[in-house]
């Protein structure tokens, strides 16, 4: 399906952006679709959609924007904003770092000084979370979680069973990191519960306009702009997009932090969510992943439209704190 427009303007300079953005790469067949959990393997590899959503309520989209896919590890940086607030950040930094790794999403590896997973956009810090969320939650963690992406989302999104049922089937490495968590004591309840709940979060089905909204949710401080309803803490935000920005994209985080310079998560179902604070959030969706795991016309969208509005936090035309610009005048 292709979404020209969702917004009852005519094409405005963002939504001509992401069309320029779409012409662009369309065509780069660089990549190829995950298939170490086989139902990803049934992506059509040229689907390719982006939108945006402002933190005053509009969308704007193109491509396939509103062919599903699941979130996979885009739900981390969501997770982890949800267990700062349920659990506290003292408790959330007793179970995971912040600090990136360099390593891959899926490395057996943790901080050899505090024996917990470096941070909680890779597998190891993810799971962790998902046996916090556990803890506090109980029977209930997946329901909240669920509700709370909803919110952000601006609709009720709902788990792709295929997926799921795909990602039990084949976890095994997970399975391995949830217990060398348990040793460590990174994690103290069952297993088996926090990798359950870390499976199905994956496994929720999400669109690019699903992701732009959610972006767009953490760019207005934890409220959904269009529904104006809370999703996440506000301080657990700031929190969170840090984390993003220094770890979101794996062992491309440096590079990532480099070229575009904004927090964002990218998931091996071939979805990126972008965060420009209080302004707007970015989703895109195209399968073919890099040798890292990242989409790669996603990763090229973002660069351009990076470079042509100015969204590195550090582009000279980003002029940091008003309030301290307002006491040197
Ligand atoms: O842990 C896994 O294998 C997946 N369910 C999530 C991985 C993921 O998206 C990492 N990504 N780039």
């Known amino acids: 399906m292709q979404v020209q427009s969702q917004s009852t303007e005519p094409m405005g300079e963002l939504h001509l952006a992401i069309q ?9 067949d660089d990549g190829t679709v ?10 059509n590899p040229n689907d390719f959609g982006i939108a945006i959503a402002t933190a005053g309520g509009k969308v704007y989209a193109v491509g396939d924007a509103e062919v599903p896919f699941t979130i996979q590890s885009v739900s981390k940086a969501f997770a982890f904003c949800l267990a700062l607030e349920i659990a506290g950040p003292q408790k959330v930094m007793s179970r995971v770092g912040v600090e990136p790794s360099g390593d891959p999403f899926n490395a057996i590896l943790f901080d ?15 799971i962790a979370i998902a046996g916090l969320l556990c803890e506090y939650l109980g029977k209930d963690a997946f329901d909240f979680l669920l509700n709370r992406f909803s919110i952000a989302a601006g609709r009720k999104l709902t788990v792709d069973e295929e997926v799921y049922r795909s990602e039990c089937e084949t976890g095994h490495r997970n399975r391995a990191i ?11 309840g069952s297993p088996d519960k926090a990798l359950d709940l ?14 732009a909204r959610m972006g767009a949710t953490f760019a207005n401080m934890g409220q959904n702009p269009m529904e104006k309803s809370i999703a996440f803490e506000l301080t657990a935000v700031r929190r969170t997009l840090s984390v993003m920005f220094t770890c979101g994209m794996y062992d491309y985080a440096g590079h990532w932090a480099y070229d575009v310079g904004i927090p964002a998560k ?11 604070n209080r302004q707007i959030g970015i989703g895109t969706y195209a399968p073919r992943l890099d040798k890292k795991g990242n989409s790669v016309r996603g990763i090229a969208a973002f660069e351009m439209l990076a470079e042509e509005f100015g969204l590195h936090a550090f582009d000279c035309t980003n002029v940091g704190s008003t309030f301290i610009a307002s006491l040197i005048r």
């Open 112 to 126: 050899p000084e505090t024996n917990r997973p470096f941070n909680p956009m890779v597998n190891a810090g993810a």
């Open 266 to 276: 990218s998931g091996v179902g071939g979805g990126i969510v972008g965060v420009i």
């Open 178 to 188: 949830a217990h060398l968590l348990l040793a460590n004591g990174a994690l103290t």
């Open 20 to 28: 320029r953005a779409w012409d662009t790469h369309k065509s780069n």
């Open 198 to 211: 870390y499976f199905k979060q994956c496994s929720i089905s999400v669109t690019a306009v699903d992701l």
């Open 34 to 43: 995950a298939d170490y959990i086989p139902e990803l393997s049934k992506a």
